[in-house]
């Protein structure tokens, strides 16, 4: 259910102050890691998750006041996030662990959980309701590493929006960090897994040295005009992709495809589709660039128990314009698979040292599509006291990132992904994806010219 558009409701907050750690912390300066600081993670993220009332909970105090007194709990563990950052040479970052603390809101809205529905998800239209713009607090040196803001809503549940600094940790380690804020609400006198530092681990060699190809960071020559478009009115829709749609798409893959994944396929799709409603130069290079996590056996990174700094790379299939609008979805699947299939230790070692070498660069604009699965990150399990939350995820994409955010759909789980495009394009995108994931489309595939298509599977959101 979306917000009816009559429903107008009024939140109160308290005034924005500083939550400092519960204890004395180490005052030092801690180096953030070559992944950490690079131009394309400088940028504050915002997350939404919205708990329902807990009978439980009622001989406890309000949420508001129990968040605000655990996240002091937790950040004598994770002190650097009660820092500031300053930048070096080479534009180098660190953080000054000064204990100055991260900002809490706390506020009241006249509304239930059930009267919002769908709204809490991506793009989230009240984010602003529950994830206040602090002046001066979203710059990226000297501003506060984190914002929070708790809002109880009239039926007893809660609403909890975070604004993070993306250089100091990525989603499993903001999960780890909210894990501990949970077994502090619930008495814990210290987090079961101990938070690490060591962003060395993701430091650059010595020397530098690019061994792979990152085409993620390649710098473009030419004067190509996209979805970059300073003058573009961008707008967000979100894709929904239920088993019905992943079926529909898997028949248009020949049979040796057909075992893919579905963020692989779903990548593909989007991808593909995106291309073409953007109309771009036939002779353009565009890219997907996947975030694939190093964390786990597989990348062979020997990451340490409770390492909550960033540890991912997003490696870039890329292929003409052209081609990849003209060919099947089969041809898009196989550039995605290859370039996933390229993340391993050299790899991120690579992307460190390109970071050193290059200063830092920002990741490829043009012609450039991110996407990042959010659906294993741990975030439905975050647990505050409350239980479970209803949902947590990503509140919105970012210009060219998009997230991949679980979904329960009446009876079926599906996946939910926010997309951000200039407002002329988005109808034919909506269209180009109905042409893929509709199954009575895909049985008559050689009438598609007569086919009355109607996007019902879209869900709108300004």
Request: glycine letters at 6%; charged letters at 20%; a neutral charge.
């Amino acid at each position: 259910m979306a917000l009816p558009r009559s429903l107008v409701f009024q939140v109160n907050r308290t005034q924005p102050q500083l939550i400092t750690p519960a204890r004395p912390t180490p005052r030092e300066t801690k180096m953030l890691s070559d992944i950490d600081d690079q131009q394309g993670l400088r940028f504050q993220v915002p997350v939404i998750a919205a708990f329902k009332n807990n009978p439980s909970m009622s001989n406890r105090k309000d949420p508001v006041q129990v968040i605000r007194e655990a996240i002091s709990r937790a950040l004598v563990y994770y002190y650097p996030l009660a820092g500031r950052l300053r930048e070096g040479p080479n534009r180098k970052l660190m953080v000054d662990c000064n204990g100055e603390g991260v900002l809490f809101v706390g506020a009241n809205a006249d509304v239930t959980l059930e009267e919002i529905g769908d709204a809490i998800l991506p793009p989230c239209p009240v984010l602003e309701d529950f994830l206040c713009n602090v002046p001066g607090s979203d710059g990226i040196l000297g501003c506060p590493l984190l914002l929070v803001q708790v809002t109880i809503l009239r039926c007893g549940g809660f609403i909890l929006a975070l604004g993070l600094n993306h250089t100091m940790c990525d989603a499993p380690g903001l999960v780890q960090f909210l894990n501990t804020v949970g077994e502090m609400v619930q008495g814990k006198s210290a987090p079961s897994i101990p938070p690490v530092w060591e962003r060395q681990v993701l430091n650059a060699r010595d020397p530098p040295r690019i061994t792979c190809i990152h085409h993620e960071y390649e710098e473009i020559i030419g004067d190509y005009s996209d979805e970059g478009s300073d003058a573009a009115v961008m707008v967000q829709k979100s894709v929904y992709f239920g088993p019905n749609e992943i079926r529909a798409m898997k028949k248009h893959l020949p049979p040796h495809l057909s075992k893919c994944s579905t963020f692989d396929l779903i990548t593909s799709c989007l991808w593909k589709c995106r291309t073409v409603a953007l109309e771009l130069n036939p002779e353009q290079v565009v890219r997907v660039s996947c975030i694939v996590n190093a964390r786990g056996k597989r990348n062979s990174l020997r990451l340490p128990l409770g390492y909550y700094g960033n540890a991912f790379a997003y490696p870039a299939a890329v292929s003409g314009a052209k081609q990849l609008c003209e060919s099947s979805l089969g041809y898009a699947l196989e550039l995605v698979m290859k370039a996933k299939d390229e993340m391993n230790e050299e790899y991120m070692r690579s992307v460190a040292d390109l970071m050193v070498i290059r200063g830092r660069p920002l990741f490829t604009l043009t012609g450039n599509f991110i996407v990042s699965d959010t659906r294993r990150t741990g975030f439905g399990d975050v647990n505050l006291g409350w239980g479970k939350p209803a949902f947590f995820g990503p509140a919105k994409a970012l210009n060219l990132i998009s997230f991949y955010v679980q979904q329960k759909k009446e009876k079926e789980d599906g996946i939910l992904v926010p997309v951000c495009l200039p407002s002329w394009s988005m109808v034919r995108f909506q269209q180009e994806i109905e042409k893929m994931t509709s199954s009575e489309i895909v049985e008559n595939i050689n009438n598609t010219n007569s086919a009355n298509i109607n996007v019902v599977r879209m869900i709108p959101r300004l």
